[in-house]
């Protein structure tokens, strides 16, 4: 299966500016080597009653991400870490 593109809305990308630098890394790792080559797996849940809206937690860090399977898009709207 071809991995999917990863984006982040800017929400997301403050969010992952404000992460302790080992953090990001364990988290940039995950996103990498799981959700983006399986972003309906992975224990991530549909949100709201739609498929391509989801919620999984990478690394200890929650998202929440829509799918575009017409051009292989992951876009990640929230992340929420403590």
């Known amino acids: 299966m071809t991995g999917y593109?990863?984006?982040y809305a800017p929400p997301a990308d403050l969010a992952l500016d404000?992460?302790?630098?080992s953090l990001r890394a364990r988290f940039d790792a995950g996103m990498r080597t799981s959700l983006v080559?399986?972003?309906?797996g992975q224990g991530s849940v549909p949100?709201?009653?739609?498929?391509?809206?989801?919620?999984a937690?990478?690394?200890?860090v929650v998202?929440?991400?829509?799918v575009s399977?017409?051009?292989l898009t992951v876009s990640v709207v929230r992340v929420v870490f403590l």
């Open 69 to 71: 399977r017409s051009v």
């Open 5 to 7: 593109r990863l984006q």
């Open 37 to 40: 080559r399986d972003p309906y």
């Open 47 to 55: 949100m709201g009653g739609d498929e391509d809206r989801r919620e």
């Open 57 to 60: 937690t990478v690394a200890g």
């Open 63 to 66: 998202i929440r991400y829509y």
């Open 18 to 21: 404000s992460m302790d630098p």
